[in-house]
C-alpha cells in the first residue's frame, strides 16, 4: 500500500493520490486499507514517513562534510535540497501532509526535526550556545518557508541551496564563528 502511494505522489504528487488507485496499485482492497488506516491522510503520511527515512533521515547523518563547521553546515544542507531537487512531487506531498496533520507530536514535520536538528546541534557544538540557538533557528525558517515557497510556485527547488549558503556564509562571518567560517569564499561542498 505504502508503495503505491509513493509511485502515486512521484508521479502525480498529493492531490494524485486517492484510495481506488491505491487499491488497484498495490491489489489490496479499500476496506483492508481502512482497517489499517483511518483517512487519506493518514495513509499519505505514513508512506512519506517510510520514504523520508530510507532517502533522507537514514542517510543524512554522513552528508556532513568538510573541515569547520559551516563547511558541514553548508554540505548537509546541499545534500538535503538534492533530495528535493530529485523529488519535487515528494516535496510537495511532504508540504501538504505536513500540513494536513497540524501540529502534531508525532507528525512528518516533526520526524524531520527530531531527524535533522541534532545533526545541526552537532555540527555547530563548538560555537557559541547562544549564537548556534540562532543559527538554527534562522536555517529551520528558511527551511519551512522555502518548502512553501517552492509548492506555491514562488520559487524553484533548485534556487533554494544558493539562499542557504548565501545565509550561512554570512551567518559564519559574526565573530561567534570564529574558526567554524569556510577556509576560503569559494569553498564548495563536495557533491
Known amino acids: 500500500m505504502l508503495d503505491a502511494v509513493l509511485e502515486l505522489a512521484q ?3 498529493y492531490d494524485a493520490i486517492q484510495l481506488r ?3 488497484e496499485l498495490s491489489e489490496v482492497g479499500l ?10 491522510d493518514q495513509l499519505i503520511s ?3 514517513s517510510e520514504w523520508l527515512q530510507r532517502e533522507y533521515f537514514a542517510p543524512a547523518p554522513d552528508w556532513p ?5 559551516a563547511e558541514r553546515l553548508l554540505a548537509l544542507y546541499q545534500r538535503t535540497w538534492q533530495v528535493w531537487e530529485r523529488n519535487p512531487k515528494m516535496l510537495e506531498t511532504y508540504v501538504r501532509a505536513a500540513l494536513a496533520e497540524g501540529d502534531k507530536e508525532t507528525g512528518l514535520a516533526m520526524q524531520s526535526i527530531r531527524a535533522i536538528v541534532p545533526i545541526s546541534v552537532a555540527i555547530l557544538d563548538d560555537v557559541e550556545p547562544e549564537y548556534r540557538a540562532d543559527v538554527l533557528t ?5 527551511f519551512h518557508s522555502a518548502m512553501t515557497s517552492v509548492l506555491r510556485g514562488q520559487t524553484q527547488a533548485n534556487e533554494i541551496y544558493a539562499i542557504l549558503e548565501r545565509t550561512v556564509r554570512r551567518l559564519a562571518q559574526h565573530p561567534a564563528m570564529e574558526g567554524h ?6 569553498y564548495a561542498p563536495p557533491r
Do not use: E
Open 11 to 13: 508521479q502525480g504528487g
Open 21 to 23: 488507485p491505491v487499491s
Open 31 to 40: 476496506d483492508t486499507i481502512y482497517r489499517y488506516f483511518k483517512s487519506r
Open 46 to 48: 505514513a508512506a512519506v
Open 65 to 69: 562534510q568538510g573541515d569547520t563547521a
Open 138 to 142: 534562522i536555517a529551520s525558517h528558511i
Open 181 to 186: 567560517r569556510p577556509k576560503s569564499w569559494d
